[in-house]
């Protein structure tokens, strides 16, 4: 069984244009958590969805980001305009359901320059 | 607001040693501590849980103690060894598992 699978492992954007991060959750997972971590900081979280829904994205910064986890396919992590603030390290955790440990995958780091 | 947080950003013990990572946190209703290690690169890896109910729980060289009273958890690690160099976070989950974590202690382990 796979862990969680995050791609790219590395993205580089220029300021202005879009960020598209990818994960896959464990197979039989269909609860999918975003963090973001910056450098030297702890993690904050951002969303929780499950598939198809938007359960809680009370850390999603309210303008140019998004989520989704459609019914097939990995969940996506959209910014939109990217600025330098959004450099950041961005993980994802799954699990089977709420009431079990997430597991984390590998993150993508993204770079605004 | 509430928050969970650790008292030291760095700590380095010898190889051998014990080491002792402290967290505190301010809300009095948490019920529910996770300690996770993070290794340069990697994603944050679950070490060892601990319920409300509880005072103590042990795993394999690690244990988590939680002082209620003074709103205080620690993680102990036995025999500190090379791998065990990493960043190490108290974290607390929400009503649907969502975390919060503290800022983190960064473990260096000297030969």
């Known amino acids: 069984n796979a862990g969680v699978m995050q791609n790219p492992r590395h993205l580089v954007r220029r300021r202005g244009q879009e960020a598209r991060l990818r994960c896959s959750p464990m197979?039989?997972?269909?609860?999918v958590y975003w963090y973001r971590q910056l450098p030297e900081e702890g993690l904050k979280f951002m969303v929780y969805?499950?598939?198809?829904?938007?359960?809680?994205e009370s850390g999603m910064p309210k303008e140019r980001f998004s989520a989704e986890f459609p019914k097939e396919g990995p969940s996506i992590l959209r910014i939109q305009q990217v600025v330098r603030g959004d450099s950041a390290a961005y993980f994802c955790?799954?699990?089977?359901?709420?009431?079990?440990?997430?597991?984390f995958g590998q993150g993508t780091r993204l770079t605004v320059v | 607001g509430e928050s969970v947080g650790l008292h030291l950003p760095t700590l380095s013990v010898q190889e051998g040693d014990n080491s002792i990572i402290n967290c505190a946190y301010s809300?009095?209703?948490?019920?529910?501590f996770i300690w996770y290690k993070q290794e340069s690169g990697k994603g944050p890896q679950f070490i060892i849980d601990?319920?409300?109910?509880?005072d103590k729980r042990q795993g394999q060289r690690v244990t988590v103690l939680l002082n209620k009273t003074v709103k205080h958890l620690s993680l102990q690690i036995a025999a500190t060894q090379p791998g065990d160099s990493a960043v190490y976070f108290c974290?607390?989950?929400?009503?649907?598992?969502?975390?919060?974590f503290g800022s983190g202690t960064q473990l260096t382990v000297l030969p």
């Open positions: 955790a799954s699990s089977p359901d709420r009431e079990t440990e997430a597991f």
């Open positions: 197979k039989g997972h269909s609860h």
């Open positions: 969805l499950q598939k198809e829904n938007i359960i809680d």
């Open positions: 809300n009095s209703a948490s019920d529910y």
């Open positions: 601990i319920r409300s109910n509880m």
């Open positions: 974290a607390e989950p929400g009503s649907a598992r969502q975390l919060t």
